[in-house]
């Protein structure tokens, strides 16, 4: 299929495009779309391969989403940033999380001091990023366990990492977001997988731009208790993401009752982004419009 015909699909299947374009600057958008209780954000690398980054934009606007997340944002010079912003901001589109340390892997993570001052350089770097794409939150991670250091101590020097970047944060209308991940399946040696921790660091922190991102696919893998926990932790989460068990593709093809943990979320009263953080099961623009289907059945209260 020619991209041009490709496209067509895509909008014959979302229908007309009716946002307001005065209704988002960056993430500031806090009212859904219309069709979704809440704010559901696709990846904006769905369909890398076969649309344009103004072209995916376009899908997903139509089919009423107003929110992306894209976690390889700093992969793109400042410059390009600024023409995603402008289509995102012509299409009544906001702004989710993006990596805040990309490196945080192996040279500019948390639970290593002397990695510190690369992770702060990163997130001054991520700032300036922010200002441009006008979102509220980004990610950061934590980066592997020490071998064989005391667990405590590698939770201080997280801690100590995470108030030194809170003071970079004091400014601007950013937060980041630091994000437990499991060791089952798909990241072995990473320090912070369970919500109590999570919780007990962002207690430690004290701080308003130091939240916790809570993605549903690792703690389903790595604790359960989604419901119990996302009420037990509230007012230390920052940002969802979404992935089914197993698989981490959409909604619909793992475990979960994704109805039951997004209606919970709503009740709780977030009005915040959840972001697509999966694959899809079906490739394609067939497999983008059967995800788009899934969110609107769990949405469905």
């Avoid at 009544?92 to 990596?99: E, K």
Wanted: contains cysteine; aromatic residues 8%; hydrophobic residues 40%.
């Amino acid at each position: 299929m020619k991209r041009r015909e490709f496209i067509k699909t895509a909008m014959a299947a979302g229908g007309a495009l009716t946002l307001s374009t005065s209704e988002s600057k960056g993430e500031q958008a806090a009212k859904p779309a219309g069709k979704y209780h809440l704010r559901y954000a696709p990846r904006l690398d769905f369909l890398r391969d076969q649309l344009t980054i103004p072209q995916r934009l376009e899908t997903f606007a139509a089919h009423g989403f107003d929110a992306i997340e894209y976690n390889g944002l700093m992969s793109h010079p400042l410059k390009e940033v600024e023409e995603i912003r402008k289509k995102m901001d012509s299409l009544g589109i906001g702004m989710g999380i993006f990596v805040a340390n990309p490196a945080g892997w192996r040279t500019a993570g948390l639970v290593d001091p002397k990695q510190r001052d690369a992770f702060l350089e990163q997130l001054k770097q991520a700032i300036e990023y922010h200002k441009v794409i006008g979102n509220r939150q980004a990610t950061v991670i934590t980066g592997n366990e020490i071998p064989r250091a005391p667990r405590g101590v590698q939770r201080r020097n997280v801690i100590e990492g995470l108030k030194r970047a809170a003071e970079l944060l004091e400014k601007t209308e950013l937060t980041i977001v630091i994000e437990p991940l499991n060791i089952l399946v798909d990241h072995p040696g990473y320090f912070l997988v369970h919500s109590d921790e999570a919780a007990e660091i962002m207690a430690a922190v004290n701080s308003p731009h130091v939240k916790i991102l809570f993605d549903i696919y690792h703690q389903q893998i790595s604790e359960g208790n989604l419901i119990n926990n996302i009420r037990a932790y509230w007012d230390y989460i920052g940002y969802f993401q979404v992935g089914d068990v197993p698989g981490r593709k959409e909604p619909g093809t793992g475990e979960i009752n994704w109805r039951n943990v997004f209606k919970a979320i709503y009740d709780n009263g977030y009005r915040g982004i959840l972001g697509m953080e999966h694959g899809l099961s079906v490739p394609g623009m067939e497999g983008l419009l059967k995800c788009f289907e899934e969110y609107k059945k769990a949405d469905t209260w």
